[in-house]
């Protein structure tokens, strides 16, 4: 505070936005007041964030400076927002804003963003895939030709090298499932997806349904995206039902799929028929849905077989059955089965006419009598 002669001085020095206010001056009963606003400087960054490599397995800190001390920051993963937990370790000192980043995988890999809210900086961490780990021991004996390396018999390909007394071997890293199949229920005529996620993108997995290894084909088709792998299975029938598997070389899971059929039902019966001996016969039922797989033809409660003398035929919901050349012996009844379903049909076959003549005056007319 300075005062010469009339005029008196308030100065406030070093300046925060804390020192907003009012400010008043008095002299016996005479007051003036006066209202100061510091308006506060953004914060920056000093330092930015570096894009960095990794390795898997391993761990990263990323680092970045501001201007101010104490500034409350938030840091993301693209825009997804990170907390303090096992993965994630979240340091603040002073001007410094770190974040540790633990048992790196390659899903690892991205951008990641600190904010200070006025400011924001971001780096790209590339977290290289580890596809061998060195293993090494000190045996007693030289030249020690046969060494058993176990880890929960997880550990299976390796190749060594020997020296006088160290033995190093490179062992696979086992892949295992982060997510694990779960079973499903589909009706019968959809699409069933399996999903399941390995801990390395890219690696490679068998599936198979019992003893039967899958392939791509047109009934299964075999996906992979980075760490997800999927078995698509195309037009659900009953007899896809069962158990799946999906088998990383190290660890296993399975999927009980239960493919639910819809009953199909029958909407247009069997008619009955009367033909000559000689002639042919067409029954025909049409049925509620497509691809009915459990159909019977019977004739006389005898099963039939297509054959050049029996023409079964399906054409989406029409199911037809062609009887060549019937005889006598074929009449009886017709019995079409679908499921729990039966529509059955009269086959009456009349034999053969005979021609008898009588004469009128400018012509002859057959007359047929038939037995």
């Not at 009339?6 to 100065?11: R, T």
């Not at 003036?32 to 894009?51: D, G, Y």
């Not at 076959?349 to 400018?362: A, D, I």
């Amino acid at each position: 505070m300075k005062q010469k002669d009339c005029s008196v001085d308030l100065q406030v020095c070093d300046l925060k936005p804390e020192d907003t206010g009012s400010y008043q001056c008095r002299t016996g009963d005479t007051e003036s007041s006066a209202c100061l606003k510091v308006n506060a400087l953004p914060v920056i960054f000093t330092k930015e964030l570096q894009s960095q490599q990794a390795e898997e397995g391993g761990s990263v800190t990323l680092h970045c400076e501001l201007s101010k001390p104490g500034v409350p920051v938030e840091w993301r993963k693209g825009e997804v927002g990170l907390c303090l937990c096992a993965k994630y370790n979240i340091i603040q000192e002073g001007h410094s804003a770190r974040l540790v980043i633990q048992n790196l995988d390659p899903e690892d890999s991205g951008s990641y963003t600190c904010d200070s809210g006025d400011r924001k900086t971001t780096a790209h961490l590339s977290v290289k895939e580890k596809k061998y780990s060195l293993c090494c021991c000190e045996t007693k004996f030289p030249r020690v030709l046969i060494v058993v390396w176990g880890h929960n018999s997880a550990l299976k390909r390796f190749h060594y090298l020997t020296s006088p007394n160290l033995y190093r071997s490179y062992l696979a890293l086992p892949v295992y499932f982060k997510t694990r199949l779960q079973n499903l229920e589909w009706d019968a005529g959809e699409i069933a997806i399996l999903r399941c996620e390995i801990t390395k993108p890219g690696a490679s997995v068998v599936w198979s349904r019992g003893d039967r290894v899958l392939e791509s084909n047109n009934k299964y088709q075999l996906k992979q995206e980075g760490a997800i792998v999927k078995l698509i299975i195309y037009s659900l029938q009953g007899a896809d039902s069962g158990e799946y598997i999906c088998d990383t070389g190290y660890q296993k899971t399975t999927s009980v799929l239960t493919v639910q059929e819809v009953e199909v039902t029958i909407v247009k019966v069997l008619n009955s028929c009367s033909v000559h001996e000689g002639e042919d016969v067409h029954f025909e039922c049409h049925l509620s849905h497509d691809d009915a797989r459990e159909v019977q033809w019977k004739l006389a409660d005898v099963p039939l077989q297509n054959n050049e003398m029996n023409l079964i035929r399906a054409q989406g919901k029409v199911h037809s059955l062609t009887l060549r050349g019937v005889t006598q012996a074929d009449s009886g009844t017709v019995t079409f089965t679908v499921g729990h379903h039966t529509s059955t049909a009269s086959l009456t076959v009349r034999g053969k006419g005979q021609n008898l003549f009588y004469t009128l005056p400018g012509y002859i007319r057959p007359i047929y009598i038939y037995t």
